[in-house]
Structure formats: C-alpha cells, structure tokens
C-alpha cells in the first residue's frame, strides 16, 4: 500500500473497512496477467459472424451470417452485447470506446503482457463492424435484432431463429447520442491503430468525423427513432456522446476545431455520480483534464473546469470527496443494483488513467478531505480489482474461469447451452428455455474472463442464471477492465 500524504487521508476508509480489505488476500501481478489474457477470451466468445481462422474460444461457432440482408448491407460480425443475442450499436460503440482508451492509455503494459496484439483484434471485430454500419455520411445501422424476442427465446447464436431486423437512424430519423458515441469510438480506435495500420487508422476517423457531423446536424435522442432499443438501452441525452465525440477526435487529429467545440458550448456536463454506457461526461472531463494537467494547470479558462468536474467524481470514488461513492462492507464501490460492475470498471479505469496523468504532470491531487499523489489513486483502483478478483467476503471471483470459485451458471445464451460443436442438433427457443435456460446444472461451457453484475450493496451473490440483475456478463462492464488490469498487473 502506498504512503498517504496527508494526515486528514487517514479517515479514507473507516476502521472496518480498512480492516476487511487487509485481511482478504491481495492479488499478486501474475495474476493479475492471467486475468488480463482471460478478460480477452472473453470478446471472442462475444463474436457474432464467421468466425476467424485463430478463434481461441472453440465452443463457438459461426452465426448471424444474414444480418443485414434486409437491409442490403453487410451486417454480419460485430459483438454480441450480453448473454443474448442482441447486437445494440449503442453499447457495443461505447465498449469500443473502452477497450481503445485501454490499449492507447495502457498501451506499455499490455506489450509487456503480450496482449496489446490481442486488445487490438478485439477493437478490430468491433470497428470492422461499425464501419459497415456506417454506409454513407448520414446514416447508421444501430442495432441488429429484435430485443423482445430474442429475450423471449433461450437459443444458441449458431442456430437461432428469432428475427435479426436491422434499425437505422438518418437524417429524418436522427440519433445524436448514437451518432456521437460511435464517432467517439472510431475517433479513439483510430488513435489505438495509428502506428499499427496507417491506412485502417485514416479510415476510421473519417468515419468519426462524418459521424460527429451527422450527431451535431441532427440532434434527437436515438430511441425516438430505433425505439425497439428504448426498452434495453434507453439514453436519457446526446450532449455527453457529442462531448465525449469531440474529445476523442482532439486527441486523436490535434485539430482545435474540437476544443473549441468544447469550449464553446454551454457546460462541461457538471458533477457526475457514474461513468458508463449512457453518461460519458466524466470520461470527456478526464480527457479534457489530462490537457489542463499537460499545459501546467493554468489555463484560466474551461479546461480547469473540467478538471475540476473530472476531480470531483474521482475524490468521491476514493472517499476523499463531498459526496463519496456507497462502499460495500467488503469494499466494494457499489452505485446501483442492477449490473453494479459495469460502473465500478469504468471508475477504476479512471482512477487508473488519472494516475498515469498525475504521474508525468508530477502533481497531486486535492480532495475536499486530503491531497492524493498518483500511486494512491492506482492503489484504489487495486483495491477494487483485487475485489472483483476474489479478495472479497465471498471469497469469490467475479471473474468467470479465474480461480476455482467463480460463478458457474452466468446468465449466457451460448455458454449455458451443449456446443454446437459438441451436439449439433438444433436447439429451439423453448427447449433451450426448458432443457438448458431452468437446468440448475453449471453452465456446459465455461465463460472465461466475463464479469458478472456482481454482489448486492452487502456483498452477497446468488449463483443462478435465472438471477440476471446480477450473473448477466455485459461486454460493457469488461473493456475498462482490461485498462485496468494492464495498469495493476
């Protein structure tokens, strides 16, 4: 554990918590390697499409080789969002976004764990994708399938026969927030891709400038226009993914046409208490702080505002703030009932870059309770994948195939389902939900490196697939976390 440099930082955690986190057994760098290689595998189990001739995950097959055939467009690949079989544009940009801030933020450590190679094919599946959804300047295939009845049926992607309907937003039918957070994701792919493949990299902020004009052209909330989307991933607004957007293509062009698209516009998204799918602020208020920190913290103008915003979520994440973040008994930081883990990934993902940022500006952070260097911040971002990891008092890993005791019946269409490689019979939408989905044995096929929605606010898990607020693996929820554990490992 790192010093604490101030005498007020002692009153971090309380006296109970501080004992419970030393008393659960810390995860040493070795593992936190195996846990970055298996967060991985876990994207390849997520693949949607004709699978490639390297394809680790072997229980899977191809699927969806249709999509977009209605459409007349090539739909097919991309990633599956969570354990359906559902391909929602809104999620899977933002888990882009995510998984390209991990290998441009942690770019170094991922090399040394070998994995960087790996980090970018994952990017690669999903922005081929986006890429094709992204047919012309003004238009955008943002989800592929039917959300009612996919949830309805329990079926293996291989040999599913619900319908795969693709949703477009254009001009007359607009989706700024959708538009915006996938130009964020080409923005950040691009910056990920740039000494790797010049030309993949050109291509991909093209399509995230296009997509940033399109967003800021046609403002509307995209559910208004794919509303099938409005019952699983409602946005409650565009200005985040247009700022969010924007950030991204500054770092990635150093064109100032996009700060100054940032410093023009009304706010800077305020005091956050998340960072995720739906609320990307905090994300472009951390971006934005990370060049107040460079130009020496003096700007005198918006960027400080931004980093004061970006400040304010961080000092709540590590109980040093004004209004912190609920901590579980154990130690986790819990925010909301429902797949708790997707949030407390993107605040660790952030502690873990405003690390590296207060490291090279050499510069602490001051809370409303105490001043913070950066190895303090890394550290609670430890805390938090030790947790997760199975420091814990459950002793368990919410991690899916690392250690022995981790979940074995996640709420997953095709991992709870015989393989169509191992039986290939087709399995029908109730008998999968009588035979496989109430089947009370473990999953057939093991999950390796998905993260469930976690523990309650006490730090208790129940173990069934039928428990979907909490065993339900979302793509969103593991992408920050492989920043993360390339920054701890």
């Not at 952070?365 to 990891?389: E, K, M, W």
């Not at 899916?400 to 015989?418: D, E, L, M, Q, W």
């Amino acid at each position: 554990m790192s010093q604490l440099r101030s005498g007020s930082s002692q009153c971090l955690w309380t006296s109970t918590l501080f004992i419970a986190l030393l008393s659960m057994p810390m995860t040493h760098g070795a593992n936190y390697g195996e846990a970055l290689t298996k967060s991985l595998l876990y994207f390849e189990a997520q693949r949607s499409g004709k699978l490639p001739p390297n394809q680790r995950v072997n229980w899977r097959g191809d699927s969806a080789l249709r999509d977009g055939s209605d459409a007349h467009v090539d739909l097919t690949g991309g990633y599956y969002d969570a354990g359906d079989n559902m391909k929602f544009g809104f999620s899977m940009a933002f888990t882009t976004t995510m998984l390209a801030w991990s290998s441009v933020e942690m770019e170094s450590e991922l090399k040394t764990y070998k994995e960087h190679d790996n980090v970018l094919a994952a990017i690669k599946w999903a922005t081929d994708y986006l890429i094709n959804a992204h047919p012309e300047p003004n238009v955008l295939y943002g989800q592929v399938g039917d959300g009612n009845s996919d949830h309805a049926c329990w079926m293996r992607p291989e040999d599913m026969t619900t319908p795969r309907p693709s949703y477009r937003i254009d001009a007359q039918h607009p989706g700024a927030d959708l538009a915006g957070e996938t130009a964020a994701a080409m923005a950040a792919a691009s910056l990920a891709f740039a000494q790797y493949d010049a030309a993949y990299s050109v291509k991909l902020i093209g399509h995230a400038k296009d997509l940033f004009e399109f967003a800021k052209a046609y403002p509307g909330l995209y559910q208004s226009s794919i509303t099938n989307a409005g019952g699983f991933y409602p946005s409650s607004g565009y200005q985040d993914e247009l700022f969010w957007a924007a950030a991204w293509l500054h770092r990635a062009t150093d064109d100032q046409t996009y700060l100054d698209y940032l410093m023009e516009e009304y706010g800077t998204g305020g005091q956050r208490t998340i960072f995720a799918w739906d609320d990307k602020f905090v994300g472009a208020q951390v971006l934005m702080a990370k060049l107040a920190l460079e130009r020496g913290g003096n700007t005198g103008d918006k960027l400080q505002d931004f980093k004061n915003m970006a400040e304010y979520f961080i000092c709540n994440c590590v109980q040093m703030g004004s209004n912190n973040v609920k901590v579980t008994p154990g130690g986790l930081l819990w925010f909301l009932p429902w797949n708790n883990l997707q949030y407390t990934t993107t605040a660790s993902f952030v502690l873990a870059a405003y690390s590296k940022y207060l490291k090279a500006g050499n510069t602490p952070i001051n809370c409303p309770s105490g001043t913070f260097q950066a190895a303090d911040l890394l550290y609670h971002a430890r805390t938090q994948v030790d947790y997760i990891l199975g420091s814990n008092p459950k002793s368990m890993s919410y991690m899916v195939g690392f250690g022995t005791n981790y979940p074995k019946s996640p709420h997953h269409r095709g991992a709870s389902i015989v393989s169509i490689k191992q039986n290939s019979t087709a399995v029908t939408c109730n008998d999968g939900m009588n035979n496989w989905y109430n089947n009370p044995a473990p999953n057939p096929n093991v999950l390796t490196g998905a993260l469930v929605g976690g523990p309650d606010a006490n730090d208790a898990y129940g173990d069934a697939r039928t428990n979907f607020q909490q065993s339900e693996p979302v793509t969103v929820t593991v992408a920050p976390f492989v920043g993360v554990l390339a920054a701890v490992a």
